[in-house]
């Protein structure tokens, strides 16, 4: 659930890769034992693929089969895959040499087409994990599609591709449909993030030839350590290691030295793969990147090559394999007499054992770190007690689960990590976790605001969130590392805890609203909806908002124009005015009516506020607040444009200081060389060869604000100070922001605006001076430097509602038969003129239907987003009292493809079994 629902199909492409641990862990297996029997399989499948490509490659030479199979396997590019162990990896790197050599032999009739495609089959079945990042899979076709060019078998190798596609159709069909509806393009498109810039730092051409492109390969700590990989210290420093990162490199192109025209079809495929191994997968690094990223912004789903070196690397490494296999069998051919042959056995003997030196981390397991990683994980007792008390109280909701602390990647102080909600392992509930990825911009809305809402001990205010959810428990782990603060005891006055030991599941006290609910109260947000979101605490239980101004749907309901309004007022003013107390709001009504305005508290007191609308005060009488809201209202308004204005107090300077002339007298500075006033100007002075560092005292610094740290500075003469804003915890720095005053002659205003860590900890302002040269000094001037809150507070409008009545309200029940499939039962209490609004609360699709199983109408439900996320249907009065299925149509897409599969790969081995017999 950490997507909120959202269909990206391509993730069924596991299925054989979990298929394999399935099988030993339903015989009993232990967990361990699973996952080494896991490993097993698939190091396994790399080394018999190589092997199989290395035998058709160099058939008689057994020293150069076995340097191939050592380069494919043993390469240091394959660290990474291993350590995570990355399913699109190991489904290309174990399939990639089995689809070369099966084709080329079936090319060169070595072997009949019978076995051609079945090999073909096994290969397709190895690919298919492969799809979870379809990229990977998209690399298997380029080099199917090399391959045939050269062999200028066009025929046999779109048989080939056939299978790969029909074998992977259960995943293929339902991700096509979910591009194309969806008009996919781009990565944005689905809500991932792109990596290409941030993995490309380090992907150099001569870190690509050498396979050292990995990005973690060059995070260093303080002392210049291998932060992640500390075997990475000794290929990026240790002679030996450097020198014989070029050898491999080297003896395949050599190799081309030594062509043997017999073989000229290898030469010119492992040239080619080479050369689209390192110039892919340099990505955005210069001096190719231009001509990568001009085919990345222009080429359609190119975006999808995210990770050029992960994607594009197991073509060098297929490339090297060949040509320094080649390498050894042409000059072991060419040696004129036994005793030279057999020197080169010894040199192949040679250059194996130092690969297996070079490449010890995988040899030996050093990649695994079990000692700093958890590599082994002990569960504690209350993971234990969990598992069992989800499984057996009968009396638990079947609602949502949400989990505190919001960290993207969950880890535990005793070891385990992940990128998704422990509870996923033993649980059958849906959890709401942080995500690095989440498709949904509203919904991502909401969670922020959930979890800053719990942060700031509002704990009203978050709860009343989880309706938006269909989620009734909150999942507290104490024991996650985290820079969250904790939730204090204030929250029992909302939630009934229960405990097992650091874990606590805290089910909130009033009901909330189910995944699927009728609402009865229906809001329009006018609001622009890429950048703003409805505020969930503002509205009631069974509320729903839907956007009419960009759903056309909308437009189509009964009176919906009468929906209340719902909107966030804009900012008004140029950039510079946010820092100043005094802010305008503008907005715009369609039609006349009573409203509300709603400002967010952020540590304001009604009390401390003037407000005025289109320049009249409002009085203090109509001025309430709430736990994280100041509400003002009702105010009669007329369609049309209005302002709002909000007066909030003066903001105080956290800069604990009103006289700077201390700090002339620690300048060194002669009387006539100081500013006129040194209690207003600070002189900012270094006459040394070393670093001079200048700390502003600050207090009152609240880390749920967002400050505005801004200066007047002349620049004199020297280096260029650099302002530092540094956020701490008493172990380590949380967050800096250097800024650069620039070196203006003139007085000049600078300021820029800093967004705290949400996370109890303390602010220090520093002023930093570089080292002067040998005679040389610096200089600058400082006046009016402040750390002062800004009151970016958002504004909504909100229609009073009075006598709303524009949909029934419908007692609404509901089954999940599964992920896919929702019985719906709608029992009509209401006005049987008025029609119900239905909310599904999974991430709109436009694959989600509403079907009545017992009512013929020809009148389809209208379809639409709701809550900014979820599905809507409007439900009209006549078809109400009704038993309807919510059921995810693509679902018949992938058993449609998983269907297509499975009888491919039957029809393959009946072919097989039945001329075989014969």
């Avoid at 197991?314 to 390498?327: I, K, R």
Wanted: glycine share 6%; proline share 5%; hydrophobic share 45%.
């Amino acid at each position: 659930m950490v997507n909120s629902g959202v269909d990206f199909s391509s993730s069924t492409a596991g299925l054989f890769f979990h298929l394999i641990q399935l099988i030993p862990y339903l015989l009993g297996f232990s967990l361990k034992s699973v996952e080494i029997f896991s490993m097993v399989f698939w190091y396994s499948a790399v080394v018999i693929s190589s092997f199989v490509l290395a035998k058709t490659v160099v058939p008689k030479n057994r020293i150069a089969q076995i340097i191939f199979v050592a380069i494919y396997s043993f390469n240091i590019y394959l660290f990474n895959t291993w350590e995570n162990v990355k399913v699109s990896n190991l489904a290309l790197v174990s399939s990639l040499p089995l689809f070369v050599s099966t084709v080329y032999l079936w090319s060169t009739k070595v072997i009949a087409s019978k076995h051609a495609v079945l090999f073909l089959c096994l290969a397709s079945i190895l690919a298919s994990g492969a799809g979870i990042n379809p990229a990977y899979f998209a690399v298997i076709i380029i080099v199917l599609s090399i391959e045939a060019i050269f062999l200028k078998d066009i025929k046999n190798v779109a048989i080939a591709i056939l299978v790969l596609v029909t074998v992977n159709f259960f995943w293929i069909f339902p991700l096509l449909n979910y591009l194309i509806l969806n008009q996919t393009k781009s990565l944005a498109d689905i809500g991932l993030t792109n990596w290409l810039y941030s993995l490309s730092e380090n992907t150099s051409l001569v870190n690509i030839v050498r396979l050292q492109g990995a990005w973690d390969w060059y995070v260093v700590d303080k002392y210049g350590m291998p932060q992640y990989l500390p075997y990475a210290l000794n290929y990026l420093s240790k002679l030996p290691f450097i020198v014989f990162s070029f050898c491999v490199p080297v003896l395949s192109f050599i190799s081309f030295l030594f062509l043997n025209i017999k073989k000229r079809f290898w030469y010119v495929f492992f040239g080619i793969l080479a050369f689209l191994g390192i110039f892919l997968g340099v990505g955005s690094h210069p001096p190719t990147g231009s001509i990568f990223i001009y085919l990345y912004n222009h080429v359609p789903f190119l975006s999808f090559f995210r990770s050029p070196w992960y994607i594009f690397t197991p073509l060098l490494t297929l490339a090297y394999a060949g040509l320094t296999a080649l390498f050894f069998e042409q000059i072991s051919l060419r040696a004129k007499n036994k005793k030279l042959r057999h020197s080169i056995n010894i040199l192949g003997f040679v250059f194996l054992l130092l690969y297996g030196l070079y490449s010890y981390p995988l040899i030996t397991g050093k990649i695994f770190r079990p000692d700093k990683d958890g590599f082994y994980v002990k569960f504690p007792q209350h993971v234990w007690n969990t598992k069992t008390w989800l499984a057996e109280d009968k009396n638990l909701s079947s609602q949502r689960i949400i989990s505190y602390p919001d960290d993207d990647l969950e880890s535990f102080s005793w070891g385990y990590k992940g990128t998704e909600s422990i509870l996923g392992l033993f649980a059958d509930r849906e959890v709401i976790a942080p995500s690095f990825n989440i498709p949904s911009k509203a919904f991502g809305f909401l969670l922020k605001d959930f979890y800053s809402h719990l942060k700031r001990e509002e704990y009203a205010s978050a709860i009343s969130i989880l309706n938006f959810f269909g989620s009734d428990t909150i999942f507290y782990k104490k024991d996650s590392p985290t820079l969250s603060p904790p939730v204090t005891a204030e929250i029992d006055k909302f939630v009934n805890t229960v405990t097992f030991g650091d874990w606590s599941f805290m089910k909130v006290n009033e009901e909330t609203n189910k995944k699927v609910y009728g609402a009865d109260m229906i809001y329009n947000n006018l609001s622009y909806p890429e950048t703003s979101i409805f505020q969930a605490p503002l509205l009631n239980k069974g509320a729903a908002v839907v956007n009419g101004t960009i759903d056309t749907e909308i437009a189509k309901i009964p009176l919906s124009g009468s929906y209340l309004v719902l909107m966030r007022a804009d900012a008004l003013g140029e950039k510079k005015e946010e820092i100043n107390n005094l802010q305008k709001y503008r907005f715009t009504l369609a039609k006349d009516g009573l409203f509300d305005f709603a400002i967010e508290k952020l540590y304001v007191n009604k009390n401390d506020i003037v407000a005025r609308i289109d320049s009249r005060e409002i009085g203090i009488g109509s001025i309430s607040e709430e736990e994280a809201f100041i509400k003002i209202g009702p105010v009669g308004l007329t369609r049309g444009a209005h302002i709002l204005e909000i007066s909030y107090p003066e903001a105080k300077n956290l800069l604990d200081i009103d006289d700077y002339s201390s700090y002339a007298q620690d300048s060194k500075l002669r009387k006539d060389e100081l500013p006129g006033n040194i209690q207003k100007t600070l002189a900012a002075v270094n006459f040394a060869n070393e670093d001079k560092v200048i700390k502003l005292p600050i207090k009152g610094f609240n880390p749920f604000l967002r400050y505005a740290v801004g200066f007047d500075y002349k620049y004199i003469y020297g280096s260029v100070p650099i302002l530092d804003v540094i956020q701490s915890v008493p172990s380590a720095p949380v967050k800096t922001h250097p800024i650069y005053p620039g070196a203006s002659f003139d007085w000049e205003f600078r300021y820029e605006i800093y967004k705290p860590v949400e996370t109890d900890s303390k602010l220090e302002l520093f002023i930093k001076l570089s080292p002067n040269k040998p005679g040389d000094r610096s200089k600058t001037y400082f006046e009016d430097l402040f750390i002062r809150r800004i009151y970016d507070n958002k504004v909504f409008v909100i229609e009073r509602n009075q006598g709303f009545d524009k949909t029934s309200s419908e007692n609404v029940e509901f089954r999940k038969v599964s992920p896919v499939k929702y019985e719906v039962k709608i029992k009509g209490s209401g006005d049987a003129s008025k029609g119900t609004m239905l909310v599904f609360l999974e991430s709109y699709n436009q694959g989600w239907v509403l079907k009545s199983i017992d009512k013929e109408s020809g009148l389809k439900p209208l379809h639409f987003i709701v809550n900014g996320y979820a599905n809507g249907w409007y439900v009209p009065g006549n078809l109400r009292d009704s038993n309807y299925v919510i059921y995810y149509q693509p679902q018949k897409l992938y058993l449609i493809g998983m269907a297509v599969s499975v009888i491919t790969i039957l029809l393959i081995v009946i072919l097989n079994l039945f001329k075989w017999k014969k």
